[in-house]
């Protein structure tokens, strides 16, 4: 074989390994921009202008009120490979929400301070209490009227204490509120001395 030919056996040579390594650079590169990306469940909340926050006590132990017991850090470990991004799977979101629910609950978090989660949330339908307003202006429905039939008008008709509850769960949108008041009011919360 002539030098030659082993120059250019050894240049084909180097030529593949060259692009094997540039396609190993190229891969490893990728994958790691592509993990960057990737956010996994922090159970103390990733502060939203960023910094840091972590568990302050892993080894602190609760109770659910199921029985369940747990303790803050395998809470965390728990939540480790659960992903809150573009690429987490049906329910991922709402396994790290929960976790994060238990953990400002249960647990203390250091580091970057942040709103309480109860500071966020906004109740679709809150409470109205059906008394308000009425000639008694009572916190609750008188007892003597609690099997008392109401006309509600567009949910029909119904006792006072089960409407009463409702009102003071939030059944009904906000905007039926003083509907409600002005219309089942005077029947649920009135009576004659």
């Not at 049906?90 to 400002?104: I, N, R, S, V």
């Not at 309480?116 to 429905?141: H, I, K, Q, T, W």
């Not at 008188?142 to 119904?158: A, D, E, F, I, K």
Request: aromatic residues 8%.
């Amino acid at each position: 074989m002539s030098s030659t030919s082993t120059t250019n056996s050894n240049c084909g040579t180097a030529h593949i390994g060259l692009k094997r390594t540039v396609a190993v650079v190229l891969l490893f590169l990728t994958t790691i921009s592509v993990t960057s990306a990737q956010q996994f469940c922090n159970v103390c909340r990733d502060p939203p202008g960023g910094g840091f926050r972590d568990l302050s006590n892993p080894g602190k132990a609760f109770t659910l009120p199921n029985g369940v017991r747990y303790t803050c850090g395998s809470l965390k470990q728990s939540m480790r490979d659960v992903r809150v991004d573009n690429m987490a799977a049906a329910g991922e979101k709402h396994m790290c929400a929960t976790a994060q629910y238990l953990t400002e609950n249960y647990c203390d978090c250091y580091g970057t301070p942040i709103a309480s989660l109860a500071s966020e949330y906004v109740d679709p339908n809150p409470a109205c209490r059906l008394c308000a307003g009425n000639r008694f202006d009572s916190r609750f429905v008188p007892s003597v009227n609690w099997n008392r039939l109401t006309n509600t008008g567009n949910y029909g008709s119904m006792n006072c204490q089960g409407l009463e509850k409702a009102m003071a769960e939030g059944v009904f949108a906000p905007s039926a509120c003083g509907n409600l008041q002005q219309r089942a009011g005077p029947t649920c919360c009135n009576f004659n001395i």
